[in-house]
């Protein structure tokens, strides 16, 4: 015995069943997808620096003839200093700059373009741009500082500052000598050093935010399931709305099958034969040469519905034959409406052979 009766009927809001394709069909229409933007953020930037590293030698050949081109030509130009001289050299530092930087932002949109396609797959909707009251409500804000997702950003991004300044501080360490004599290298050599020691951190950076993305994955994840979940008040809505109410739905087919019925008795009358079992099944069966290809059954039933068909029968004269085994045939093998199959052509013959014969048709 328990010292308090517990009403069940107070969790039924509780939200414990995992959501239904329909929920999740919706979610994904108002913008809601599992996506970890930890991970495309991880892989552009490993794939950055990857291109950077490829890219290396292009990039310092044409900064160099850059650099070369503006101490020894454009500097010395007489008209440098005219609107005409700066929108040259506008145009001249634009397109040295989109150069250098377009093999890394080409790289970096492919790369951001497929990890999202491969998280969430092709998704157009303007949804999520539409204005909320929430977005500008200075107390909703004020709630969302302290909320459970704000903090989780917060410790991921704590994480993140950690692995990174760790990676950082042991590559320095372990470069600690050649660092110590940076100074005493030349220039060109310095601006190398800098170059693969920059190459090589956010290389290893990316790998270790790539492990910690693949955690954030599992995690958001979880939550997108969580905040997907529903009661099973609202499975049964949804269930009621695509489906109908079943009790609904009983009655409507409860009156299909009554109309069906009452035209199945109807044609019982038009029947040339009933065959019988003689009590459990009861088959209707009219052939006319004029119209039908073949015996055709009009009505069939069980039970007491055979015991209605044969009532039928005796009203209006139709012929009564027993046959157990071609009535339990024509009964789980032919549909109303159709034509018998011609392996049961003979014996049904037979039986319209014997009632022509009853009626003197032969």
Same mark, same amino acid.
């Given at each position: 015995?328990?010292?308090?009766?517990?009403?069940?009927?107070?969790?039924?809001?509780?939200?414990?069943?995992?959501?239904?394709?329909?929920?999740?069909?919706?979610?994904?229409?108002?913008?809601?997808?599992?996506?970890?933007?930890?991970?495309?953020?991880?892989?552009?930037?490993?794939?950055?620096?990857?291109?950077?590293?490829?890219a290396g030698k292009y990039i310092y050949s044409n900064l160099s003839l850059y650099m070369q081109r503006i101490f020894t030509d454009t500097i010395h130009d007489e008209n440098l200093f005219t609107i005409n001289g700066v929108?040259?050299?506008?145009?001249?530092?634009?397109?040295?700059?989109?150069?250098?930087?377009?093999?890394?932002?080409?790289?970096?949109?492919?790369?951001?373009?497929?990890?999202?396609y491969m998280q969430v797959g092709f998704l157009f909707t303007t949804k999520p741009l539409v204005p909320k009251w929430d977005r500008i409500n200075p107390i909703s804000g004020f709630k969302k500082i302290f909320s459970k997702?704000? %903090?989780?950003?917060?410790? @991921?991004?704590?994480?993140?500052?950690? #692995?990174? *300044?760790?990676?950082?501080?042991?590559y320095v360490l372990k470069q600690s000598?050649?660092?110590?004599?940076?100074?005493?290298?030349?220039?060109?050599?310095?601006?190398s050093f800098l170059g693969k020691a920059t190459i090589n951190v956010g290389l290893r950076a990316a790998i270790v935010l790539i492990l910690l993305a693949v955690l954030d994955y599992f995690y958001q994840k979880w939550e997108y399931e969580n905040e997907l979940k529903m009661s099973k008040q609202e499975i049964k809505e949804e269930y009621k709305q695509t489906e109908g109410d079943p009790? %609904?739905?009983?009655?409507? @087919?409860?009156?299909?099958?009554?109309? #069906?019925? *009452?035209?199945?008795?109807?044609?019982?009358?038009?029947?040339?034969?009933?065959?019988?079992?003689?009590t459990h099944y009861a088959v209707a069966i009219r052939y006319d040469q004029t119209t039908d290809n073949a015996p055709i059954v009009l009505a069939?039933?069980?039970?007491?519905?055979?015991?209605?068909?044969?009532?039928?029968?005796?009203?209006y004269e139709i012929p009564i034959v027993e046959n157990k085994p071609l009535a339990r045939t024509l009964y789980h093998t032919v549909e109303i409406g159709d034509y018998i199959p011609?392996?049961?052509?003979?014996?049904?013959?037979?039986?319209?052979?014997?009632?022509?014969?009853?009626?003197n048709m032969i």
């Open positions: 015995m328990y010292l308090f009766d517990i009403n069940l009927q107070l969790f039924t809001g509780e939200k414990t069943e995992k959501a239904t394709p329909k929920r999740r069909k919706e979610a994904r229409e108002k913008g809601q997808v599992l996506q970890s933007r930890e991970i495309n953020s991880a892989l552009i930037l490993l794939f950055t620096f990857f291109t950077l590293q490829l929108h040259k050299l506008f145009l001249l530092m634009v397109g040295e700059s989109v150069k250098l930087v377009a093999p890394m932002a080409g790289c970096a949109f492919v790369i951001g373009l497929f990890s999202s997702k704000s %903090i989780v950003e917060f410790v @991921k991004s704590l994480m993140k500052i950690g #692995a990174v *300044g760790y990676v950082t501080f042991n000598r050649s660092v110590m004599n940076i100074l005493d290298m030349e220039l060109i050599s310095i601006i009790q %609904i739905k009983s009655k409507i @087919k409860e009156k299909q099958r009554q109309m #069906a019925m *009452g035209r199945m008795m109807q044609d019982v009358p038009k029947a040339d034969v009933i065959i019988t079992n003689p069939k039933g069980q039970d007491l519905i055979a015991s209605n068909i044969r009532e039928i029968a005796e009203k011609p392996d049961l052509y003979q014996a049904v013959a037979e039986v319209l052979a014997y009632v022509y014969k009853l009626k």
